[in-house]
């Protein structure tokens, strides 16, 4: 990797984020943090008081009509042992336990630590389970589950004393912990925290507020989950004590910060800076809480450039939820986050995300499905139906094109970055029949394993796209850092009609043009410039496609591919994706190969 395209790349993430970068890695190596982050006893006690029968009758009222998990899933598939607490050192992905797990988090690496993928160890540590267990207490009356979510927390704060372990090796895995905590008041209504839990909180606050420059260098969601935990934090601190400058000076930082991050992380037009559904949604479920919150203790409201650009993230991801099913295309880096599950769905409907945003910021209600009316009922919520127009959509900002017709969507993904990407994901199209995603994105199965998979996942291969010669439309610089970022030349979007062009790093050209009606897709591809091999590759529904000539048929659905030139293969060949964290499965990829320019015609019809 040449010097200069180091250089242009760091250049452009932004000299004052690299001084962040750089200093926050002096302080790891010399032991600073370990200095003035020290290790300390774990906190034990009674972190949340029973309820009185009279109100918890009341509350459990909220649940009447509901129907709540019989058991969390973590990454959206894994499901937990609710008998007993986890082996919290112990991967949920690799079965592996953390060795020494004694240590210091500073002493912990993040891809060496011996268990594979150290998400797999942070999972459970994120306190989901808490605000399961609360509402299974609420609903059904039962003290069992309250004192579950009491004895979890002391295991864990047992297990993972302040600052040691991988645990606290992430501020931004603290900052969930507190998020939730934090859920769990609401819902419990109980607004002054214990003693227990005033000693947990501030032990967090400690360590989220030493290292927010590093969180803020990333321009990622750990400066959104870290601020809003430092203003949650702060301002429940100060319902134990008000004359708490600490407590002042955290919650005053963290709703500056906050403000500041959605500001720029946030586009104009709803976009965020990853470039991800999930990562999308995590965003957006926390400002709910913070709004949740603030209200809860009837704080001062945020500002109205604050409110504006979380109304138009909520815009931009209603924007891809597909009516049908809740669903959205595997766009960007898929973690596996799923945090504050108030309407305890499944990991991948997001209706209950974006109807809680549009009841909080807009005052409307977007759905009616059995999560989102439990979202309205739960919180007391009375926004009015707001029947949107589900015509096309323009995000300039952030690079998305969607075009509609009956029944049917089509998104594109054009090369325009404001942040880093995190995957060569230039002109993807994903689209949508009848709530079936016909041709889909492959996510990212997993941070931590094998360089091939890592290149498949976020390269060109698992995406709907063209690839030339074999290479990335952006060459790697290093795990989670693309170099020469494309820009687009076209990119105009109508109500069924669409065209983006770009040119990669090394000249060769893809124009993509597509018309969407009531009963077809037609998708143009014209490729020139500098290459010697182009693959066109679509990534199909797991369906029982048989191929005919340069068609694939499957019950109402037909593909036809029509090229100006020969092309040198046609193969229905076996590809793979992850929807969840951490699982891969095989689906049919339909390549074709070229070895010069040429305009590739793709018709999608059904009945």
Known sequence: MSLLLKVDTYRRLGLINIAHVVWYTFRLKMGLLKKSLPIKPSVTGVFFEPLSQKKLQRLSAKYVESRLLEVPQLFGWIEMDLKKPPTWHRSILSAKSLQKDNKHWSDISDFDSGVGDIKGIWESSRFSWAVFFVQHYVKEQQLSQLNNVNQWIQDWSLHNPTNQGANWKCAQEASLRILHLAACAILLEQEKPSEPLIC????????????????????????????????????????????????????????????????????PDGSFSQYSATYHRLMLDTLNLVELWRRFLAIAEFSDGYINRVQHAASWLYAI???????????????????????????????????????????????????????????????????????????????????????????????????????????????????????????????????????????????????????????????????????????????????????????????????????????????????????????????????????????????????????????????????????????????????????????????
């Open 321 to 607: 939820v597909d009516n049908h099913t809740g669903d959205v295309p595997n766009l960007g880096a898929n973690d596996g986050a799923h945090i504050l599950n108030f309407a305890n769905v499944a990991y991948r409907d997001f209706r209950p995300s974006v109807e809680l945003a549009y009841q909080l910021f807009n005052d409307s209600s977007v759905f009616d499905d059995k999560g989102s009316r439990f979202i309205v009922q739960l919180f007391a919520l009375r926004g009015e139906s707001d029947s949107l127009s589900e015509k096309g959509a323009y995000f300039p900002d952030g690079g998305y094109g969607i075009v509609r017709a009956k029944s049917s969507w089509c998104m594109v993904r054009a090369p325009i970055f404001r942040f880093r990407p995190g995957q060569a994901d230039c002109l993807h199209l994903d689209f949508w029949h009848a709530g079936i995603n016909i041709l889909r994105d492959a996510g990212s199965y997993s941070y931590n394993t094998e360089q091939k998979w890592l290149s498949y996942f976020s390269g060109a291969e698992g995406h709907n796209t063209v690839q030339f010669d074999q290479r990335q439309a952006m060459p790697k610089v290093s795990r989670f850092l693309y170099g020469k970022w494309p820009k687009y030349s076209v990119f105009d979007v109508q109500q069924q009609n669409m065209q983006v062009k770009y040119v990669d790093w090394k000249n060769a050209v893809h124009l993509r043009e597509i018309e969407l009606t009531d009963n077809q897709l037609i998708i143009k591809d014209t490729i020139s410039g500098q290459f010697e091999q182009a693959c066109l590759r679509w990534r199909l529904a797991d369906l029982a496609w048989q191929v005919q000539g340069q068609s694939l048929l499957t019950e109402h659905i037909q593909l036809s591919i029509v090229s100006s030139q020969d092309l040198i293969d046609f193969t229905l060949a076996q590809g793979f994706e992850s929807r969840y964290y951490g699982q891969k499965t095989s689906i049919p990829v339909l390549e074709m190969l070229l070895d010069k320019s040429a305009q590739i015609t793709t018709t999608i019809s059904w009945q």
């Open 200 to 267: 947990f909180i501030t032990e967090h606050l400690q360590r989220i507020f030493p290292t927010l420059g590093y969180a803020k260098a990333q321009d990622n969601n750990h400066g959104t989950s870290e601020a809003a935990a430092l203003f949650i934090g702060g301002s429940w601190l100060l319902r134990a004590d008000k004359n708490s400058v600490v407590a002042k000076k955290w919650q005053d930082h963290g709703r500056q910060y906050l403000s500041e991050r959605v500001n720029k992380l946030v586009m």
